[in-house]
T-cell receptor, first 111, second 113 residues
């Protein structure tokens, strides 16, 4: 168990809808990272937050946004969903400058 | 741009050694990583190596780094059926923190009894 909790485990929704994925980092970790894993693109870094502030952006679409709250949990919001957004979304956390610990992911299916 | 390449499949017999190879492009990467992903689970960090090292050994795992050729390998000694999983090579993104990683597509290791 990595100590990183993601909810829900599975999510099925329709095109055009909006969903929110939730992540609770390991106790003491200030950094939260979001990654998308799809069959064609593999694992792609989306965004990083550190202690509530955005730290780095990767290949995140404008339809996607994230935030990190004062209690350090993070949410990834995906809107105007398209079929191609179907993927596994992973959250990871770390102590700054140390290695990542991944959650088990949320599997999103857009129909 | 930055890219990480690895072969997609590897099949070995139980008890043999497995060698998973990876090439990367960013010579300024500070850290290079190996992660393991079992079905239905997240990625588990196996080991990492600093870019100024040539080799790192951790129990059954040996990582070799050839900076000149930008080649990284993971050797698993005495491979067991429990080692069956997808193995990802990753490098840290130029100028990014250690968590901003570029991953390869993963090598699926199948271990036959």
């Amino acid at each position: 168990d990595s100590g990183v909790t993601q909810t829900p485990k599975h999510l099925i929704t329709a095109t055009g809808q909006r969903v929110t994925l939730r992540c609770s980092p390991r106790s003491g970790d200030l950094s939260v990272y979001w990654y998308q894993q799809s069959l064609d693109q593999g694992l792609q870094f989306l965004i990083q937050y550190y202690n509530g502030e955005e730290r780095a952006k990767g290949n995140i679409l404008e339809r996607f946004s994230a935030q990190q709250f004062p209690d350090l949990h993070s949410e990834l919001n995906l809107s105007s969903l398209e079929l191609g957004d179907s993927a596994l979304y992973f959250c990871a956390s770390s102590v700054e400058g140390r290695s990542l610990h991944f959650g088990n992911g949320t599997r999103l299916t857009v129909t | 741009g930055e890219d990480v390449e690895q072969s997609l499949f590897l099949s070995v017999r139980e008890g043999d050694s497995s060698v998973i190879n990876c090439t990367y492009t960013d010579s300024s990467s500070t850290y290079l990583y190996w992660y393991k992903q079992e079905p239905g689970a997240g990625l588990q960090l196996l080991t990492y190596i600093f870019s100024n090292m040539d080799m790192k050994q951790d129990q059954r795992l040996t990582v070799l780094l050839n900076k000149k050729d930008k080649h990284l390998s993971l050797r698993i000694a005495d491979t067991q059926t429990g080692d069956s999983a997808i193995y990802f090579c990753a490098e840290s993104i130029r100028g990014g923190s250690q968590g901003n990683l570029i991953f390869g597509k993963g090598t699926k290791l199948s271990v036959k009894p």
